[in-house]
């Protein structure tokens, strides 16, 4: 299967901890996109990367977030100071190339902050 | 202190019915429209997705209609199956970005 692989699929920080989101995109794409879902709610567009590029990061907190995908290797979410706030579920999505095809998502990491 | 949480719309259909789900668009510039599906713990899978050239596309099963006039995108599947049950997103995509815009989502429950 090559589908969007995310890791972990839960990852659980204590307040003030980093947390460290990983997507690898399906073969062959080369955009990235990361989202975020709170319980009972529809996602929300944080950040647009291709490689070793952020094209669209205006979904992002301005403190303590940031995003790469650098030439080799997936691309991560970084959480720094964690807060209970952060608590969701972080969704990574790709595509290829060519920008009319839908994204595919993978199965997310569920962040839970103690 | 108390926290109210959002209640996801529900529709419920019977096993073998039609269901129509119904999402309205925000932007008028929005030019890609996209409905996924999402399962319990999983993310969003793709379903079926229609340019603002077209006003219906037919997959398996699956039929999306889209109106420009009021801004209105709806999703019809034809025999509902109890694995349809799941939460069924809308979301859009504005021309000049590749961010998708989701909308709130409606949870579809099917019964026997």
């Known amino acids: 299967n090559a589908g969007v692989m995310q890791n972990p699929r839960h990852l659980v920080r204590r307040r003030g901890q980093e947390a460290r989101l990983r997507c690898s995109p399906m073969?062959?794409?080369?955009?990235v996109y990361w989202y975020r879902q709170l319980p009972e709610e529809g996602l929300k567009f944080m950040v647009y990367?291709?490689?070793?590029?952020?094209?669209?990061e205006s979904g992002m907190p301005k403190e303590r977030f940031s995003a790469e995908f650098p030439k080799e290797g997936p691309s991560i979410l970084r959480i720094q100071q964690v807060v209970r706030g952060d608590s969701a579920a972080y969704f990574c999505?790709?595509?290829?190339?060519?920008?009319?095809?839908?994204?595919?998502f993978g199965d997310g990491t569920r962040l839970s902050i103690l | 202190g108390e926290s109210v949480g959002l209640h996801l719309p529900t529709l419920s259909v019977q096993e073998g019915d039609n269901s129509i789900i119904n999402c309205a668009y925000s932007n008028s510039a929005s030019d890609y429209f996209i409905w996924y599906k999402q399962e319990s713990g999983k993310g969003p899978q793709f379903i079926i997705d229609i340019r603002s050239n077209m006003d219906k596309r037919q997959g398996q099963r699956v039929t999306v209609l889209l109106n420009k006039t009021v801004k209105h995108l709806s999703l019809q599947i034809a025999a509902t199956q109890p694995g349809d049950s799941a939460v069924y997103f809308c979301?859009?995509?504005?021309?000049?970005?590749?961010?998708?815009?989701f909308g709130t989502g409606t949870r579809l429950q099917v019964f026997p």
């Open positions: 990367l291709q490689k070793e590029n952020i094209i669209d």
């Open positions: 073969k062959g794409h080369s955009h």
């Open positions: 999505a790709s595509s290829p190339l060519d920008n009319n095809q839908p994204q595919h």
């Open positions: 979301a859009e995509n504005q021309g000049n970005t590749d961010k998708l815009i």
